[in-house]
């Protein structure tokens, strides 16, 4: 075993634990969560040695860095997650490779995304990202929709041609009631889920959670955490 394949198969395992315990304490299966390791500026040869240990779900917010990276795994037995916030203009290279664009948060965008999915035949899963920091223009500092604007947005997805409506995604608000409020943040995502489940009974992914406060996520009852840091390590910062 190489160095590098060492140092994350041992980081993958504490995370692994830490996901176990969390589901353990909130009296739920370890298989209803899903790990989802993001990649970002972490190099393809990472994701391949990620691949070979296991890992399935792997996410990216930066199109000209996932771009090459997903064109250089594409052998690979891997589904790719969009996180960042997206441009318009990236849609087109973004279909390309996305299984799963985390981050909706406009019609606009949705109207682009359709587009792109049913040009090059693809089904591209979407989940609305809920800004719970969202003040009066209805919009996040990190991206997202405010909790009033998703059910237009959801139903913009589920009618639009070549997207899939799989859920909701949010990232814990650093401003706001939410701020510091990590586990409250998320038991408001799962009540927006389970009012979003009422006309739309097959978006059931809630996406929430990262290295720092995948726990609070769990216990929440999201479905998917997404976790960089504690997998990959800090990144030294260049120059």
């Known amino acids: 075993m190489t160095d590098r394949k060492t140092e994350l198969a041992a980081n993958l395992a504490k995370v692994e634990e830490r996901i176990t315990a ?16 993001v990649t970002k500026t972490y190099p393809a040869s990472d994701v391949r040695i990620l691949s070979e240990l296991g890992v399935r779900h792997v996410a990216e917010n930066r199109d000209q860095d996932a771009a090459p990276k997903a064109a250089a795994c594409a052998d690979l037995p891997l589904k790719w997650h969009f996180v960042g916030q997206l441009q318009t203009n990236k849609v087109r290279s973004v279909v390309g490779y996305a299984d799963v664009v985390q981050s909706v948060d406009r019609s606009r965008l949705v109207t682009a995304l359709s587009r792109e999915a049913v040009r ?57 009631e939410y701020a510091g409020r990590e586990q409250a943040a998320f038991e408001r995502l799962m009540d927006l889920s389970t009012d979003l489940r009422r006309t739309h009974p097959a978006a059931t992914m809630v996406s929430a959670g990262m290295s720092a406060d995948l726990e609070q996520a769990v216990a929440a009852g999201a479905t998917h955490v997404r976790v960089g840091t504690a997998v990959l390590g800090v990144r030294p910062r260049l120059g």
């Open 22 to 37: 969390a589901c353990a304490a909130a009296g739920r299966e370890r298989g209803e969560v899903t790990l989802v390791v």
């Open 120 to 176: 090059v035949g693809r089904e591209v899963g979407c989940l609305i990202q809920v800004a719970l920091d969202a003040g009066a223009s209805g919009r996040g500092e990190r991206g997202g929709v405010g909790p009033d604007g998703i059910e237009e947005l959801a139903d913009l997805v589920a009618d639009a041609p070549g997207l899939r409506l799989d859920g909701l995604m949010t990232v814990a608000p650093l401003a706001g």
